[in-house]
């Protein structure tokens, strides 16, 4: 069982090329997210912005075109 | 744009526990709170105190004895000064921006701040209506959209991590037997609210035709904790990034147009502190505009005829409402509308499907630093009587603390406004804006009559 596991964790939005997470990116990506937020808090986890599908992603995710880093 | 640099790329990947404690801001509050109360404690214990340190303008009315206090002071504010960029510079650091840059920002900050604290002890300032937190964005505000903030400044500008290390020394000051009492009432008072917010905004945008997804994330922005709980559902649903944009400038827009008018509208009725905290922290929309709006209303207190209850009973009412009512169940929002989206929503090619632990890894952190605090300074002052508390415990604990706490807010307060470019928001169309202020408005009234009807006379025990 853990190999299916640990494929699935290579193969999540965290670990893809499209995937952005750095909190500075985000923060520049999104201006006004620093004014009352922070890309740096807990409640943001590992979320970030996907360049393929221009969505703002759990680290979780996955999908059909997913380029490993 | 920010100057605080990316985080490297292996370490964002894969997170492990000891990062998450070193590169998360809720941690670095938690460390830089918590050890400030951790040495204030030990200090009073063997019958010293940091209140030298933590030095706060006393009030005056004339400005020749400003002149008097900053240079009786001068070696005071200096070392607190030192303090707070040495705290601040490490977590700073921590999170990726470079002390060198760091140092020179804050300096500004902090000098501005100082003189934003002194005038709120001017004696006439309630009467012109000069409450710091109220001068410090409108100041902010100013400078970002007319001058511009200079680049250098940028890396100082950090509201949430200001906000938080207050929040959590806001814990000293609260009786962690008042948070078990109040907390039920402000959890139920809170989720009536934001489910009632929550469905009018999801179910207007809805109706207009907009995108589940960001419904979804308007719901979040505007019912549990703003661009925080905006952002928490966008991540757990998969919504798109201008959907995330447009959340975060609604949201922002609303929480600064109510910081100035939540206080107005309580002062005009003459609310107590505490109902006027407890409504400001239902009906406000992020922690940092809501502690604007409820310490200007507190700063009310023994000025304004007619206003009763302490300055201290807006910020705790406010506090047990947002960050205990509303806060704290941000990863059950996520983790619901992540399994909602998934099994019912039409798909996006991506599948965004979350498990349980989505709901801690989106907890904020920093309320835990609030809550220890508050047990710890309660457990300090439960071995004194009354007249040794007031004679021991609150001079030498407690109000140096709340000194630094009003420091940390100040920091915020100023740099909401100069984080906020009008130029930066993206409202998306009318219907966005719609839904939200449908929103907006059933959260305000709703947030008024629960606080100054249905649990009126709770909040004013509260404040007594």
């Known amino acids: 069982m853990s190999a299916p596991a640990g494929s699935a964790a290579r193969s999540e939005c965290g670990n893809c090329q499209h995937f952005e997470q750095g909190a500075a990116q985000l923060e520049r990506e999104l201006p006004l997210l620093r004014t009352l937020s922070s890309a740096y808090s807990s409640v943001r986890a590992r979320d970030g912005l996907c360049r393929q599908h221009e969505r703002y992603l759990s680290a979780s995710a996955l999908c059909a075109q997913h380029a490993p880093a | 744009m920010t100057e605080i640099a990316d985080t490297p790329p292996l370490l964002a990947r894969r997170e492990s526990l000891w990062t998450e404690l070193l590169r998360r801001e809720d941690w670095w509050a938690i460390w830089i709170g918590l050890g400030l109360v951790v040495v204030a404690v030990g200090l009073t214990l063997t019958g010293g105190s940091i209140k030298w340190l933590a030095v706060a303008p006393s009030k005056w009315s004339q400005g020749s004895e400003v002149v008097a206090q900053l240079r009786t002071h001068a070696p005071q504010y200096l070392a607190l000064f030192a303090l707070w960029a040495l705290l601040l510079g490490i977590g700073s650091s921590a999170l990726g921006s470079r002390w060198a840059r760091f140092l020179p920002a804050f300096a500004a900050i902090y000098a501005v701040s100082l003189l934003l604290y002194l005038l709120g002890q001017w004696d006439q300032a309630s009467h012109y209506n000069l409450e710091p937190p109220l ?90 904790c703003g661009v925080s709980g905006a952002i928490a559902t966008a991540g757990a649903v998969g919504a798109k990034k201008e959907q995330v944009s447009i959340a975060i400038s609604l949201v922002v827009f609303w929480a600064i147009v109510t910081i100035f008018v939540l206080p107005l509208v309580a002062r005009a009725l003459h609310l107590s502190t505490a109902v006027a905290g407890a409504w400001i922290g239902t009906s406000e929309f992020a922690d940092a505009a809501g502690l604007a709006a409820a310490q200007a209303y507190g700063g009310y207190a023994g000025h304004v005829p007619g206003i009763s209850g302490s300055a201290d009973a807006a910020v705790n009412a406010f506090t047990l409402m947002k960050v205990i009512g509303r806060d704290i169940w941000i ?42 605090a508050s047990a710890i300074v309660t457990l300090i002052a439960s071995g004194y009587n009354y007249a040794e508390y007031k004679k ?40 966005p804006f719609i839904a939200f202020t449908a929103g907006v408005v059933v959260n305000v009234i709703l947030g008024f009559v629960l606080s100054t009807q249905v649990f009126a006379q709770f909040w004013t025990r509260f404040g007594q």
């Open chain 2, 135 to 224: 001068v410090a964005l409108a100041l902010g505000l100013l400078i970002s959209n007319t001058v511009g903030v200079p680049q250098w400044l940028q890396a100082g500008l950090r509201v949430e991590f200001y906000i938080k290390i207050g929040i959590v020394l806001l814990g000293a000051s609260l009786p962690f037997t008042l948070i078990i009492w109040a907390g039920p009432v402000a959890i139920l008072q809170a989720a009536i609210v934001s489910l009632a917010t929550f469905g009018v905004i999801f179910f207007t945008a809805k109706r207009l035709g907009l995108d589940r997804r960001l419904a979804a994330t308007l719901g979040t922005g505007g019912a549990v």
């Open chain 2, 331 to 372: 990863g059950v929002w996520a983790f619901v509308l992540s399994i909602i989206a998934t099994t019912r929503w039409e798909r996006t090619g991506v599948n965004s499907s979350t498990g349980a632990g989505e709901i801690w890894r989106r907890f904020p952190k920093f309320v835990l630093g609030f809550l220890l």
């Open chain 2, 392 to 431: 021991v415990v609150l001079p030498a604990l407690v109000a140096p603390l709340q000194a630094l706490r009003v420091w940390a807010f100040t920091f915020a307060f100023l740099c909401i406004g100069l984080t906020t470019q009008f130029r930066q928001f993206i409202v998306g169309g009318a219907k």
